[in-house]
């Protein structure tokens, strides 16, 4: 399966410009010379960024005006979308909402974000979710999460004992903590043996935030990776790897979880 990565510089607020902007990468994603992807992966907060103060008049109704934009560019492009949240009201608040849309243009998972950053005040703005969520997508399962949730190890590794070969992050994550980003990564890649696709906000505003989307293979290698600028990233993934590693490095066999 061939994925690409959007790291799109998002306007705080500015839907119209953020819409613009994440179509037209989409667009450049697809109509690449070489193979198009099969998966595309949107930052978090790709429509309105992270003006958390405005969300009340910025989010869209369970986040179907978002689903609804992308599920066009999937009938057209024929491509899946994943991650990529959204700001969607529901009845239990505004959630920061991961979506899954397939080839047909369908809204087939979501994911609320379950841990909301205390150091910026999500919980006054963000209603927190209750569920995992994976779902496979061609051959390849995928679980999904948002930002902060990568410093939650244990939710992680439930997601890849429930079949999860591949993790999706999507993120708001800042420059001032680059380093515990590119650490986290690859430590989710290797400890849970599975292919991780991380896309990241690179607006360099009042907030900086750190970019470096890439993607790591299942021993923690990475297949691409971007710097600070906006850009498309793309890598070939296979879960034919992710059981050979597993089979190489039993980890899972040998867990004792009796102990932990």
């Known amino acids: 399966m061939r994925t690409a990565l959007i790291q799109q510089s998002i306007v705080p607020g500015d839907k119209k410009a953020n819409y613009e902007r994440a179509e037209a990468l ?5 109509e690449q010379p070489d193979t198009p ?22 989010a869209s109704a369970d986040g179907e005006e978002e689903a609804e934009f992308l599920g066009t560019l ?5 491509i899946w979308f994943a991650g990529g949240s959204v700001a969607a009201k529901t009845r239990q608040g505004i959630t920061n909402r991961a979506q899954i849309i397939d080839r047909d243009g369908s809204l087939v998972a979501i994911y609320d974000k379950a841990h909301l950053v205390p150091m910026l005040d999500e919980d006054k703005y963000l209603a927190a979710g209750n569920s995992r969520c994976i779902h496979t997508i061609e051959d390849i399962t995928f679980g999904l999460v948002i930002c902060y949730d990568l410093r939650f190890g244990e939710l992680l590794r439930k997601l890849v004992l429930d079949g999860a ?4 992050i999507s993120a708001e994550w800042p420059l001032i903590r680059l380093s515990h980003w590119q650490a986290l990564l690859k430590a989710r890649a290797i400890e849970n043996q599975c292919y ?48 050979l590693i597993r089979e190489a490095v039993p980890v899972f066999r040998d867990r004792r979880p009796e102990l932990y």
């Open 26 to 30: 989409i667009r450049d994603a697809v």
């Open 37 to 58: 992807p099969d998966l595309i992966v949107l930052p978090e907060l790709w429509s309105t960024g992270y003006a958390l103060a405005e969300l009340d008049s910025l």
């Open 74 to 78: 999937a009938r057209k492009y024929g």
């Open 165 to 168: 070969q591949a993790l999706i």
């Open 196 to 243: 991780v696709l991380a896309a990241n906000n690179s607006a360099l505003g009042g907030t900086a935030f750190a970019g470096n989307s890439q993607v790591l293979g299942p021993d923690g290698k990475s297949l691409c990776q971007l710097d600070f600028l906006e850009g498309i990233a793309t890598a070939d993934i296979d879960p034919e790897t992710v059981r």
